[in-house]
C-alpha cells in the first residue's frame, strides 16, 4: 500500500510558475516509477509526465515539454513538478501516481496508486 498526497496547487496568472509535491509514504518510494497526469473539467485525464525509479530518465507530453520539469528526491519519498511558463489551458486537478515499472508510462491504466490531487488554476 502507498499513499500519494500533492500539494502546491494554486491561482496564478498566465506566465507564472508552480512547483508542486507529491509525498509518498509507504512502501519504498524508490522501487516506483512515478507520473504526473492531469484532468481539466470536462475531459479525460491526460499524461503530463513521467520519471523513472533513479530519475534518470524522464519523459514528458508535447504541450508542457520545455515548460515542465519532473524530478524526485529518493531521500524524502517526493516527486515534483516545476511548471513554468503556465497557461490558462494548463488549469487542471494534477495528479500524481504510482508505476511498477521501471521507467513509467505514457499509459494511466498502468498506475497503480493515485493521489487525491491538487487544482491548479491559471488565469488569462
Known amino acids: 500500500q502507498v499513499q500519494l498526497v500533492e500539494s502546491g496547487g494554486g491561482l496564478v496568472q498566465a506566465g507564472d510558475s508552480l512547483r508542486l509535491s507529491c509525498a509518498a509514504s509507504g512502501r519504498t518510494f524508490s522501487s516506483y516509477a512515478m507520473g504526473w497526469f492531469r484532468q481539466a473539467p470536462g475531459k479525460e485525464r491526460e499524461f503530463v509526465a513521467t520519471i523513472s525509479r533513479s530519475g534518470g530518465s524522464t519523459y514528458y507530453a508535447d504541450s508542457v515539454k520545455g515548460r515542465f520539469t519532473i524530478s524526485r528526491d529518493n531521500a524524502n519519498n517526493t516527486v515534483y513538478l516545476q511548471m513554468n511558463s503556465l497557461k490558462p489551458e494548463d488549469t487542471a486537478v494534477y495528479y500524481c501516481?504510482?508505476?511498477?515499472?521501471?521507467?513509467?508510462?505514457?499509459?494511466?491504466?498502468?498506475?497503480?496508486?493515485w493521489g487525491q490531487g491538487t487544482q491548479v488554476t491559471v488565469s488569462p
Open positions: 501516481a504510482t508505476n511498477l515499472g521501471s521507467y513509467g508510462s505514457y499509459w494511466s491504466h498502468t498506475y497503480e496508486y
